[in-house]
């Protein structure tokens, strides 16, 4: 069962001040001086304080609805995540809360406060590419609500994660345009904040050691957005030394990457060849399709809504043992290399 929430009359109480002093502290008025507004806020977060519209969702049982927060919906990866949550959860008589966090840090808490005040069950939650603290899923574990969460996961607390074998997937990608004499190998990364773009370079470095190639580090480019992906492209591109291959670590920087080969009017594969994690309708975009990793978004959706479900039945919620589950990334081969 989910520990019930402190009240502003606990932090009183702990702090020996009044409740009206409390109350105006969290609203930071100015007639409370920093220093009590720091101790309120200290002891808050150590009660697990929540506002009140938030905390009275707490007094309704079970209300069959689960939460999902995806950075964008308009990325192919999560439209297939989403199909699959959809499809287990409406098996098991659940329905589906969907908000976005938009890449940003404080939707993403401000999307946490609207689920738990929807009173949904459990979470299911891919972070941000802004997000560097995680206090606010935190909070929620420690509260007792089950969360799940996926592909962009956190390492550290006690939650359960599901993600594709990045640095095996990675791995066998790059390998793959090796194995086609491709030599100098470029990387389009996402942010390194991330563990997922993390695990991919990974993978990408190991395959280069194994055949014998140092890491060139003047063909790793991170990126955080299509556009920027175009541009680091075209640099790469009309350098002295340009890659003859390129490897985008998801959908979003693919695009960036091949509209910066379409820019450059280069010929797929002759004069470049790519590949990259992208979900079936995108390489199906482009002539000839490409070569990709599959990132099983609509297999991690179905498995990361099964643990959420599993361990929404088993209370107390405290009781269940975080799992890792990796999914294996099939490469399916295009035309692009």
Same mark, same amino acid.
């Given at each position: 069962?989910?520990?019930?929430?402190?009240?502003?009359?606990?932090?009183?109480?702990?702090?020996?001040?009044?409740?009206?002093?409390?109350?105006?502290?969290?609203?930071?008025? %100015?007639?409370?001086? /920093?220093?009590?507004?720091?101790?309120?806020?200290?002891?808050?977060?150590?009660?697990?304080?929540? %506002?009140?519209?938030?905390?009275?969702?707490?007094?309704?049982?079970?209300?069959?609805?689960?939460?999902?927060?995806?950075?964008?919906?308009?990325?192919?990866?999560?439209?297939?995540?989403?199909?699959?949550?959809?499809?287990?959860?409406?098996?098991?008589?659940?329905?589906?809360?969907?908000?976005?966090?938009?890449?940003?840090?404080?939707?993403?808490?401000?999307?946490?406060?609207?689920?738990?005040?929807?009173?949904?069950?459990?979470?299911?939650?891919?972070?941000?590419?802004?997000?560097?603290?995680?206090?606010?899923?935190?909070?929620?574990?420690?509260?007792?609500?089950?969360?799940?969460?996926?592909?962009?996961?956190?390492?550290?607390?006690?939650?359960?994660?599901?993600?594709?074998?990045?640095?095996?997937?990675?791995?066998?990608?790059?390998?793959?345009?090796?194995?086609?004499?491709?030599?100098?190998?470029?990387?389009?990364?996402?942010?390194?904040?991330?563990?997922?773009?993390?695990?991919?370079?990974?993978?990408?470095?190991?395959?280069?050691?194994?055949?014998?190639?140092?890491?060139?580090?003047?063909?790793?480019?991170?990126?955080?957005? %299509?556009?920027?992906?175009?541009?680091?492209?075209?640099?790469?591109?009309?350098?002295?030394?340009?890659?003859?291959?390129?490897?985008?670590?998801?959908?979003?920087?693919?695009?960036?990457?091949?509209?910066?080969?379409?820019?450059?009017?280069?010929?797929?594969?002759?004069?470049?060849?790519?590949?990259?994690?992208?979900?079936?309708?995108?390489?199906?975009?482009?002539?000839?399709? #490409?070569?990709?990793? /599959?990132?099983?978004?609509?297999?991690?959706? /179905?498995?990361?809504?099964?643990?959420?479900?599993?361990?929404?039945?088993?209370?107390?919620?405290?009781?269940?043992?975080?799992?890792?589950?990796? #999914?294996?990334?099939?490469?399916?081969?295009?035309?692009?290399?």
């Amino acid at each position: 069962m989910i520990n019930n929430p402190a009240t502003i009359l606990d932090i009183a109480k702990k702090l020996n001040l009044s409740k009206s002093t409390v109350s105006r502290a969290l609203r930071d008025h %100015p007639d409370i001086s /920093q220093k009590t507004k720091d101790a309120v806020r200290r002891v808050a977060k150590e009660l697990n304080y929540m %506002p009140n519209a938030i905390a009275a969702s707490f007094r309704y049982k079970r209300s069959k609805i689960i939460g999902l927060i995806v950075p964008q919906i308009s990325y192919f990866f999560f439209p297939s995540v989403i199909r699959g949550v959809e499809e287990i959860a409406h098996k098991n008589g659940y329905k589906l809360l969907i908000l976005q966090s938009n890449e940003s840090y404080e939707r993403e808490i401000a999307n946490l406060d609207i689920l738990v005040a929807n009173n949904v069950e459990g979470i299911l939650a891919s972070v941000s590419r802004t997000t560097k603290k995680f206090d606010h899923f935190e909070r929620i574990i420690n509260m007792g609500m089950p969360i799940v969460f996926f592909d962009r996961v956190v390492k550290g607390l006690k939650a359960s994660t599901v993600l594709v074998d990045d640095i095996t997937a990675s791995f066998n990608a790059v390998n793959h345009l090796l194995e086609r004499g491709r030599q100098r190998i470029a990387i389009c990364t996402g942010n390194l904040n991330l563990l997922i773009s993390n695990n991919r370079l990974q993978g990408y470095k190991m395959a280069l050691l194994e055949h014998g190639l140092p890491v060139n580090e003047e063909l790793v480019i991170s990126c955080e957005s %299509p556009e920027e992906a175009e541009e680091e492209t075209i640099r790469l591109l009309s350098s002295p030394k340009p890659p003859d291959s390129i490897f985008a670590i998801s959908d979003l920087t693919m695009t960036g990457v091949m509209r910066g080969i379409h820019r450059k009017k280069m010929r797929v594969p002759e004069e470049i060849a790519v590949i990259g994690f992208c979900e079936d309708p995108f390489r199906s975009m482009y002539e000839p399709p #490409l070569s990709v990793i /599959q990132p099983m978004g609509f297999e991690i959706g /179905q498995k990361s809504a099964e643990i959420l479900l599993e361990q929404i039945k088993n209370e107390p919620y405290s009781h269940n043992e975080p799992k890792v589950v990796y #999914l294996e990334g099939n490469l399916v081969i295009g035309g692009s290399t």
